[in-house]
């Protein structure tokens, strides 16, 4: 039987786990089996960069935050399993996504986005949509070519006008 200290630092771990995926827009879970240190490290420092974390948590507790939670991954949950935390809902779904591009031993299991379970595709799905920038550009191109058929247009009317 497990002493009340140990007791007391696991459900303190669990109580931890289930808050940050409350408190997270995008949860994935993803097997990092065969990563080197410096692999991971190099995934935790491009993570940071979009207020993102990546944590290693034993799977019992993790399956004990989401019982919690009501949340059942129990087919995901064996083997070395890493989360990622996201407050951000496509930054850290996209490097996951592309860090996972550049070395096959990370495998991306499965995610909770807003608090919904999404499998392998949706995540896919989502890691395909452009960035907001991206967006933002082909919003402007959109909006510019109908400025300029409308220039076009206009050009075109004045001279049918000037010809009169």
């Known amino acids: ?4 200290e140990k007791l007391k630092v696991k459900n303190d771990i669990v109580k931890k786990i289930t808050e940050s995926i409350k408190n997270s827009e995008a949860v994935i879970l993803v097997s990092y089996q065969g ?3 410096a692999d991971l490290s190099e995934l935790r420092i491009n993570l940071r ?25 129990d087919e995901f949950l ?6 990622v935390f996201g407050k951000d809902l496509l930054e850290p779904i996209k490097e996951i996504a ?20 999404a499998d392998i595709n949706v995540i896919n799905e989502y890691a395909s949509i452009p ?3 991206g ?12 400025v300029s058929n409308l220039a076009i247009g206009l050009n075109l009317y004045a001279e049918k006008l000037e010809e009169n």
């Not at 039987?1 to 009340?4: P, V």
């Not at 967006?135 to 109908?146: D, I, P, Q, S």
């Open 78 to 83: 064996e083997g070395p399993n890493a989360i």
């Open 131 to 133: 960035s907001m920038e």
């Open 135 to 146: 967006l933002l550009t082909m919003l402007a191109r959109g909006m510019m070519e109908h």
């Open 1 to 4: 039987m497990a002493s009340t």
């Open 98 to 117: 592309k860090f996972a591009k550049d070395h096959e031993n990370l495998e991306i299991r499965v995610g909770i986005i807003s608090g919904e379970v």
């Open 35 to 37: 990563l080197t240190v």
């Open 49 to 73: 960069k979009s207020d993102s974390e990546l944590r290693i948590y034993k799977n019992t507790l993790v399956k004990r935050a989401l019982d919690d939670l009501k949340i059942n991954l």
